[in-house]
Each structure stands twice: as C-alpha cells, then as structure tokens.
C-alpha cells in the first residue's frame, strides 16, 4: 500500500510573517506546524528579560499604511496586546532636539513588543529550539531535518519565513528559481544596545521630561544612533526601572559587524551622550550590553515579479514569505506572511 502524504503544511520561523501565515490556515482548520529555533516566537519583535525592565530589542514601534494590516492592528488593541506609542516622539537634529510631529499612527506590543507575536502563536503548534538545517525530499513530501538530524514530516508544502539568506541555504539544493530570488534580497544588519540604570535619567535642556523616543539624523555628528527608546516610556512597563534601547545606524552596523557586543554597547551609549542637548553626563548604567542582528532589514528588492506578490511559490511545494518579499517593516512582514496563507488556502479549498 502506498502511504499517502500528509497535508500539513510546515512552516520554519515563527516571526511575524511565519504567524500571519499559520493563522490563515489555522482559522481554517488546516493543520499547521511551525519550527522555531529560538526558545519562542517573536524573531526581530522580541524583547529581552532583564533583571528589572523589559527591552525590546528588534522593532521599536509599527505603522500602519494597508487596511488589512489596519484591521488586524485594531484587533490587537481590542485584545489588549497593542497600544498607540509613542506619544512624545523627538528628534534630534544639529540645532537641537525638536518634537516630532507627524500624522502617522504609530504602535507597539504592549507591556513588550513580543506581546503581539506571543498573541498570535495562541492555540497553534510551534517546535521551539529547533533549527532547521536542511530539507528532504520533493513534490508534496518534505521531510525538515533539525540540528540534532531529527526528521520532522512529512508535510505537503514547507514555507519558509526566515530571512531570506537563511531561507536561501534551505531552497538551493531543491529549486534554483526561489534560490535566485533569495539571492537578490540583501538583509543589512543592525546592532541594537540596551542600557539599565539604577535612577533615572536627568531633565534634559530644552526637551519635555515626558520624551519617548528620539530619532538621529545620519548626519547628526556623526552618529552611529538612529532610534533610541525608553523602556519604561512603553505601555505596561511603568513599574520598571529606566533603561534604553539604543538601534545603530544600518551603515555603521555593517562596519562594526565583528565588533564585540561590548564595544558595540560602549559605542552606542557614548554616541547617545554625545547627542544630549546641553552637555549633560548620563549616570553610569548598571548593565550595558548589545544584540546583533545580521538581518535585520532588507534593503534590495528583486526585479522583474509581478507586482504586488510579496511571497514567492514553487510548483514542489516550497514557498517563502517575510519581510525581504515585500518591506522593511513589521506591517510588510505581516502582509507577505498573510498574503501567502490566503494564496495557500486558496489551493486547498
Ligand atoms: C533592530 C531592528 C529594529 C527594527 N525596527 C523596526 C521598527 O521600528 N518598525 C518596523 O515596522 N520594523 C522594524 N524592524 C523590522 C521588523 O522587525 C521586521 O521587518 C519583522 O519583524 C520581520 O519579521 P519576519 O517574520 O519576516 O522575520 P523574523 O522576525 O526574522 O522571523 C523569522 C524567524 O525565523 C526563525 N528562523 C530562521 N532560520 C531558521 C531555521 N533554519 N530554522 C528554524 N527557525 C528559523 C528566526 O529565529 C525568526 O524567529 C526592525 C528590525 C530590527 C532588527
């Protein structure tokens, strides 16, 4: 008797477009799996645990610019698991730091940004800690095989929502087509610092006590800042102590990608004291440290695809969805992951 293939569909990565995905397919009652190798969801929106605060090290807010995403940003208020922010958003330029104003919404996880991707990962079934390293097999029978060489399948279709220079290693041996595409997506790396102190920080000259968030120019003295946000500035996380997430510049992140996280850390918060207005010194952190993203953007789409298909398909059962089909944003990632569950779930009724 020959043994029919499974119908699950496997998806690697359980960021924001793996989960956009899945749930597409979940609410229609198909099954689904996700492989993870982190210890939970969240990819580039997680938030790290630190002994009194908070901080999120990946996405600092979202904006909303497509309906879709609009409604599912609407959801997650409804659900208590988002909130507008910032409210007091500053920037700061050579003559100074001046309120930000614009007429974008903007909004964050809320207490943490994970609170968004922990919300959608309800009810589905995600492999934690389990790297997919390669996959087996062909047209409507994949088999994922882990760091352990653990055999996960076999499930009908594979969709891969990892960066796409990771989803690269796991397509090029099956399908030279989604390689090419992979190839022509570059994802620029970011490092992102975090700063915790003991007290909190001093009124600054010239800037309401009540600031957020504060953007720098690139051409702000030079600086490697681009964001820096207050943690305990975010909803739900009045009861923390002070402390800063501290995103560099994507240039200056490339340059000092083999940087320590120590020296990165020390770079980072250096430049952020340079760039208070009035000289002002900074207390001394009681901890200091700095997370590398080797993807954290994309910035270099491909040429010639149909507009408007923000995931890409091959005809043995493999697809790729994320934020390097699309944007280089939460609201992008989300829209690729989606999009592809509503195409899948097209196929299959
Ligand atoms: C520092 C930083 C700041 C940012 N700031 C903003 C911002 O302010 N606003 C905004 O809108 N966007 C921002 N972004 C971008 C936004 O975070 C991303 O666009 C979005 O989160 C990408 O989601 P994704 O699901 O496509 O990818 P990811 O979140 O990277 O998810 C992919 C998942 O795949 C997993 N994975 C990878 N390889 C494997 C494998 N072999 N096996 C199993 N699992 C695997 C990863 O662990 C990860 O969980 C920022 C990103 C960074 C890094």
Redesign the pocket.
């Known amino acids: 008797m020959t043994s029919r293939p499974n119908l699950d569909t496997a998806i ?8 956009a995905c899945a749930r597409v397919l979940h609410e229609a009652g198909l099954p689904v799996t996700l ?4 210890r939970g ?5 997680s938030s790290r645990r630190l002994p009194d605060a908070v901080v999120d ?7 909303v610019r497509d309906p879709a995403f609009g409604r599912q940003v609407e959801a997650w208020r409804q659900a208590g698991c988002a909130s507008r922010w910032p409210e007091s958003l500053w920037s700061a330029e050579a003559a100074g730091w001046q309120r930000h104003r614009d007429d974008r919404e903007r909004f964050i996880g809320s207490p943490r940004m994970s609170a968004v991707t922990r919300h959608l990962a309800e009810g589905l079934t995600i492999i934690a800690d ?4 390669h996959l087996e097999g062909n047209a409507g029978r994949w088999w994922l095989v882990d760091q352990h060489g653990e055999r996960h399948g076999p499930f009908a279709q594979v969709v891969i ?3 796409t220079p ?1 989803a690269h ?2 397509v090029a041996a099956h399908d030279a087509s989604l390689a090419a595409a992979c190839e022509a997506v570059i994802q620029r790396p ?1 490092w ?1 610092a975090w700063a915790l102190f003991d007290e909190p920080l001093p009124t600054l000259p010239g800037v309401d006590d009540d600031w957020q968030a504060v953007r720098l120019s690139p051409g702000h003295g030079s600086s490697p800042l681009r ?1 820096v946000t207050r943690n305990h500035r975010k909803p739900g996380r009045a009861d923390q102590g002070e402390s800063l997430s501290l ?1 560099a510049h994507l240039d200056w992140s490339e340059a000092r990608l083999e940087d320590s996280p120590e020296t990165a850390a020390e770079a980072l918060f250096d430049a952020f004291q340079r760039a208070l207005p009035g000289g002002l010194a900074l207390p001394e952190p009681r901890e200091l440290g700095a997370h590398r ?1 080797r ?4 910035d270099v789409f491909a040429g010639g695809e149909p507009v408007n298909l923000d995931y890409r398909r091959s005809a043995s059962g493999l697809a790729l ?4 089909w699309r944007g ?6 989300w829209l ?2 989606h999009h592809l569950g509503e195409a899948l779930l097209a196929d299959a009724s």
């Open positions: 690697i990565g359980a960021g924001i477009a793996g989960l492989l993870e190798k982190a969801a969240g990819g580039r929106m090290l990946g996405a600092q807010f979202f904006s389990t790297r997919i390293e929502s990892a960066p990771q290693a796991l970011c992102a964001f995103l993203w993807y954290a953007q994309p969805c994320g934020d390097g280089p944003r939460v609201e992008d990632a690729s992951g």
